[in-house]
């Protein structure tokens, strides 16, 4: 078997199931026994910042590992926006860069692609990645690969792999993987019983599920334990979508000021806050009403346990999880009910124009009468408009807050579940990677897509409304469908809106884009609640 081959054995069996990627010359050789051997299926994109979103939606979906592969320099650098989304939210995606092979680098010559030294790459992915490794010696390559998807998997974080590509067809031994790191159970028993006592004595205790829960694949042992402790269950801005299928008493989405104030008081009055694989941004906590006091909550997550002053190190989220659920058996004393939040339904189809909660109400409709879909959304209000929208899998890049994410995530959805995704985009967003659209026909993908169109960066106008470069003038989005492979229409009424909808969920093969031309100024509920409290606020 060839260094190549090893290393694709090595992602499948470390649960990748699709690679995303852009060839260049220096990635042409591993690319072709990427396409020779059949062991992996390779999707090629447009741009890289597509290829990394896409990659990142596939692990975000499925679970597992997203791989990115691109060439050397170009292609590299061009995707580290998406990778440094990736580091942030704990997605485990594994970027695989071609490289200069050893005898060109001591040619002497500065070559193509080379920023400044030839090392300059790999050094920049050491900044958003856990772990990484250069196959220049097929005998450490095993032992090499084996370590870094380890660590991609143990830390829920990208790592960077490149192979120069005189290496591509040296002899290597298969992978074997790494075994699983040892824990000291003396301290993670001692943990789980700090916990259970902080929440035993708690009057009003509340898990709040953040993004590590599906990373690592917990979300059914999450609602499990959430039953048998009697905690009732909410999710970050993040966490939006987590426990979805799952039976848990899930309250809502904690949103601070933007939120829905009985889940906002649930979260800011408790006394026994217990963050459960949480990221500590500021777009799940900076925007509490009343602060919280973060050193009086339970926090687990980056692999420990943090309880007021002290920390356990070494406590993995599924241990403490899988420890907590042996200690605590089902209670039916203890059994939470949660009245299910109503979303906002019926729209009324007329003549009015679209505001971005009569899309939330389209969609909550359309979910109603034909089941619901999975939503990769961007940001901008379209991912706040989704707040008010039926929980359903949702994937969005809720903290580090990039745009460019919807398109190239709802592709990703789709290769790798083989489910038709919802997208979610804004037209600033959608004039950066929508294009990839124009993949969908090759490969038979099907989004449909919802394309807030308020020919702004209407986000940034909330903020700083007497900057005229926030008007972005209107693009003929629709229109430019037909050339892409898809249908598009633009929709300006609710009554439009509503019959694009019905044309689009009938419609199977081909892409379906509704530009939804949404009023200058006119934002969703949520948006405007946020904007409204960050500047009450700041103004305390
Ligand atoms: C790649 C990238 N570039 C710039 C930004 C800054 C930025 C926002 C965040 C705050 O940093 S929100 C926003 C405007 C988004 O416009 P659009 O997609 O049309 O959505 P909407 O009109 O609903 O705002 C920008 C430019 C960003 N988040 N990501
Ligand atoms: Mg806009």
Not at 64 to 89: D, P, Q, R, S
Request: aromatic share 6%; with cysteine.
């Amino acid at each position: 078997m060839n260094l190549v081959e090893s290393l694709l054995h090595a992602l499948k069996d470390h649960g990748a199931h699709e690679i995303f990627g852009i060839p260049g010359d220096f990635a042409l050789p591993y690319f072709r026994i990427i396409e020779e051997s059949q062991i992996l299926p390779l999707y090629t994109l447009s741009h890289e910042p597509g290829v990394g979103f896409a990659a990142d939606a596939t692990a975000r979906m499925r679970g597992g590992l997203g791989v990115a592969a691109v060439t050397y320099g170009a292609g590299a650098f061009n995707m580290v926006n998406a990778v440094a989304a990736a580091y942030a939210e704990k997605s485990p995606v594994v970027v695989i860069s071609g490289g200069p092979g050893k005898g060109e680098a001591s040619s002497g010559l500065l070559l193509h692609h080379q920023a400044k030294t030839l090392d300059s790459q790999l050094q920049i992915f050491k900044e958003i990645t856990c772990d990484q490794v250069k196959l220049d010696d097929a005998a450490r390559a095993p032992a090499d690969i084996a370590r870094v998807l380890a660590s991609c998997l143990r830390n829920s974080e990208p790592v960077y792999i490149e192979i120069p590509r005189d290496m591509v067809r040296e002899e290597c031994a298969p992978v074997v993987r790494e075994a699983p790191r040892a824990i000291d159970r003396d301290a993670l028993a001692a943990c789980v019983d700090e916990i259970l006592g902080r929440l035993d004595v708690a009057k009003t205790p509340v898990l709040m599920a953040g993004v590590e829960v599906r990373r690592f694949g917990l979300e059914e042992k999450v609602a499990d334990l959430s039953r048998r402790l009697g905690l009732p269950v909410v999710t970050s801005f993040m966490g939006r979508g987590l426990l979805t299928d799952c039976d848990a008493p899930l309250v809502g989405t904690y949103m601070g000021v933007a939120g829905l104030p009985d889940v906002t008081q649930l979260v800011e009055g408790s006394d026994g806050l217990f963050l459960l694989g949480e990221i500590i941004s500021d777009t799940n906590f900076a925007v509490s009403e009343t602060r919280i006091d973060l050193r009086k909550t339970i926090q687990a997550h980056n692999g420990q346990v943090t309880l007021g002053y002290h920390m356990y190190a070494n406590i993995p989220l599924a241990e403490l999880v899988d420890e907590m659920l042996a200690r605590v058996k089902a209670s039916a004393d203890k059994a939470f009910s949660v009245a299910p939040h109503q979303y906002p339904r019926g729209l009324v189809a007329d003549a009015e124009t679209i505001a971005p909660t009569d899309i939330a109400k389209a969609v909550n409709d359309l979910f109603a009468e034909h089941g619901k879909l999975p939503i990769a959304s961007d940001i901008g209000d379209c991912l706040f408009t989704a707040m008010e929208i039926e929980q359903t899998a949702l994937l969005a890049p809720g903290y580090y807050a990039t745009m460019g994410f919807g398109v190239p995530a709802g592709l990703g959805l789709q290769a790798t579940s083989g489910q038709r995704p919802l997208i979610l985009v804004g037209d600033g967003a959608f004039q950066m990677t929508g294009w990839e659209l124009g993949n969908c026909k090759r490969y038979g993908w099907d989004p449909i897509v919802l394309l807030f169109n308020n020919a702004s960066w209407e986000m940034l106008r909330t903020f700083q409304p007497e900057s005229g470069f926030n008007d972005l003038g209107h693009w003929g989005f629709a229109e430019m469908a037909a050339g892409l492979g898809g249908d598009g229409v633009r929709v300006s009424t609710r009554a439009e809106l509503k019959a694009a909808l019905d044309k689009a969920i009938a419609t199977r093969g081909r892409f379906q884009l509704i530009e939804v031309t949404i009023p200058r100024g006119v934002l969703s509920t949520t948006l405007a609640r946020f904007v409204a409290g960050v500047k009450r606020i700041s103004m305390k």
